[in-house]
C-alpha cells in the first residue's frame, strides 16, 4: 500500500530570514521522502526541521473530544490566521480510542465520539492544507485507561500510517516498567517501517533523561517534564527545569517543556506574553492548547506575534537558555542564525516592577550601538550600551537586538 501524498510543502510562513532557510531544508527533506523510500529514520528524521507548531486538544478539552471539535477546530486554525503563522498540526490526544481493539486486534476509534472514523477525519484536516495528530501510550493502556501501543507497535503504526495520520504524541502511562529506551524505540522502528512519514513526540515526562537518547530512537521531540497546568508557578517550575538542557535540542530534535495554556483563562494576558515569549526563545514546539473557535483578539495577537515566532522558528546554534538568575530577575538569551540575539528580560516578582538591563557583551555581542527591535511593540530603536526595561510584575519584556546597528 503507499501511503505516501504530497503534503504542503510552504506550510510554515517565512517571518524571518531563518524561517526560509529552514523551509529550503523542509522542502529538500520532503521531496526526497517523495521520490525515495518514505520509510527510513533518516528521512523521517527531516521531518521536523523547526519545532513543530500546531494544536492539541489535551489542554483545553480533555477527553471532552468528538470529531466536530476536531473538524471545528481546523476550521478555525484556518479562519483566525492561525495557520498563516505556522500553525499546521491539529493533534488529537488521549481518549479517541475505543474502550476495545477490533476483532483482528487493532486499535479502533471510538465509535460515538468519532461516527465517520479516523481515515474521514485526516482527510478533512488534509482537505484544509493542515496535518494531523495523534496520540497513544508506550503502556499496556493510555493514561486514561484506553487500549495503547506497548507490544502492539507495528500493528499500530500501521493502523495509523493507513488513516494518515502525520505526528504520533506517545506517552509513559501503564509502561510495566520495562525501560523506557526499549519502549520508545519499538515505537520509532515501527513508525519508520509503517510507509509514511510520521512526527514522532516523545511524551515520557523527562523521568528517564530523553534528551539523551530521545534522537537515538527516531524522536523528533521529547518532553523534558510532567505535565503543564494553567498556572503562573507551573510555567515557571517547567521553565526552571530547561536549564542545562539547552545542548540537547537542534532541527528534528527539540526539547518539549510541554504545550500552550495561552487562553485557557488561569493566567492573566501578560502572563500568556511572557508564557509564549519563554517558550519561543527555548525553540519549544508551539502547540496551541486553548479553544481555538472561540479565543479573544488578545490571545489571537498572543499566538500569532510572527516577531516571536520567528524566534522559535529560528535556528542559530543553541536554544535559549538562561545567561544571568538575580533571584526574581532573570536574562534569558538565544541567539539566531545571522548573528542577532533574541533575549528575554523575565521578572519573576508577583508584585513589584523591575528595572532588568542586559549589555550587548552579555548576549555575545560587540560594545556599543545596536538595533534593538521590541518583539510585542513592533518597535524598532537603536540602543548605545545597556538594554534596559522597567518590566512589571509577572511579566516579560522581548527584544531582538541586531549584530549591528
Ligand atoms: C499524560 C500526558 C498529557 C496528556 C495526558 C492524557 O498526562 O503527559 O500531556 O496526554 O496524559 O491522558
Known amino acids: 500500500m ?5 503534503k504542503p510543502l510552504m506550510r510554515v510562513n517565512a517571518v524571518a530570514v531563518g524561517m526560509l532557510t529552514a523551509l529550503i531544508t523542509l522542502a529538500g527533506c520532503r521531496t526526497a521522502m517523495r521520490v525515495g523510500s518514505p520509510t527510513s529514520a533518516v528521512a523521517r528524521g527531516g521531518l521536523a526541521p523547526t519545532p513543530p507548531m500546531g494544536w492539541n486538544s489535551w489542554n483545553k478539552f480533555g477527553c471532552r473530544i468528538d470529531e466536530n471539535l476536531i473538524k471545528e477546530t481546523a476550521d478555525a486554525i484556518v479562519s483566525s490566521g492561525m495557520k498563516d503563522a505556522g500553525y499546521h498540526y491539529v ?59 506497548l507490544d502492539h507497535e507495528v500493528a499500530d503504526a500501521r493502523t495509523f500510517a493507513s488513516w494518515g495520520i502525520d505526528y504520533l504524541k506517545y506517552d509513559n502511562c501503564n509502561n510495566q516498567n520495562r525501560p523506557a529506551l526499549e519502549r520508545y524505540k519499538a515505537m520509532g522502528d515501527a513508525l519508520a517501517a509503517a510507509g509514511r512519514p510520521i512526527v514522532y513526540s516523545l511524551c515520557e515526562w523527562g523521568r528517564n533523561k530523553p534528551w539523551e537518547w530521545g534522537r537515538s530512537v527516531g524522536g523528533n521531540l521529547w518532553r523534558t517534564t510532567g505535565d503543564i497546568r494553567d498556572r503562573w508557578d507551573s510555567m515557571l517550575g517547567i521553565l526552571d527545569k530547561q536549564v542545562g538542557l539547552e545542548k540537547y535540542s537542534g532541527p528534528n530534535a527539540w526539547n518539549d517543556p510541554d504545550m500552550l495554556e495561552v487562553g485557557n483563562g488561569r493566567m492573566t494576558n501578560s502572563e500568556y506574553v511572557a508564557h509564549f515569549s519563554l517558550w519561543s526563545l527555548l525553540n519549544a514546539p508551539l502547540i496551541a492548547g486553548n479553544d481555538i473557535r472561540s479565543m479573544n483578539d488578545s490571545t489571537r495577537a498572543i499566538l500569532t506575534n510572527r516577531d516571536v515566532i ?5 535556528w542559530g546554534g543553541m536554544q535559549g537558555h538562561r545567561i544571568r538568575d538575580d533571584g526574581e530577575q532573570e536574562v534569558w538569551m538565544k541567539p539566531m542564525s545571522n548573528g542577532d540575539a533574541a533575549v528575554v528580560l523575565l521578572n519573576r516578582d508577583s508584585a513589584a516592577t523591575a528595572t532588568i538591563a542586559v549589555t550587548p557583551q ?44
Open 91 to 149: 493533534n488529537i490526544d488521549d481518549c479517541w480510542e475505543a474502550p476495545q481493539r477490533d476483532a483482528d486486534g487493532n486499535l479502533a476509534t471510538d465509535p460515538q465520539r468519532f461516527p465517520h472514523g479516523m481515515k474521514w477525519l485526516a482527510d478533512y484536516v488534509h482537505s484544509k492544507g493542515l496535518e494531523i495528530g495523534i496520540y497513544s501510550s508506550a503502556g499496556t493502556g493510555t493514561c486514561q485507561r484506553r487500549p495503547a501501543s
Open 362 to 405: 552579555e548576549l555575545g555581542l560587540a560594545a556599543g550601538r545596536h538595533g534593538v527591535r521590541d518583539l510585542w511593540t513592533h518597535k524598532s530603536a537603536t540602543v548605545d550600551g545597556t538594554i534596559s526595561a522597567a518590566v512589571g510584575p509577572r511579566s516579560v519584556a522581548m527584544y531582538r537586538v541586531s549584530k549591528g546597528s
Open 310 to 314: 520567528a524566534v522559535d522558528q529560528d
Open 2 to 6: 503507499d501511503f505516501s501524498r504530497e
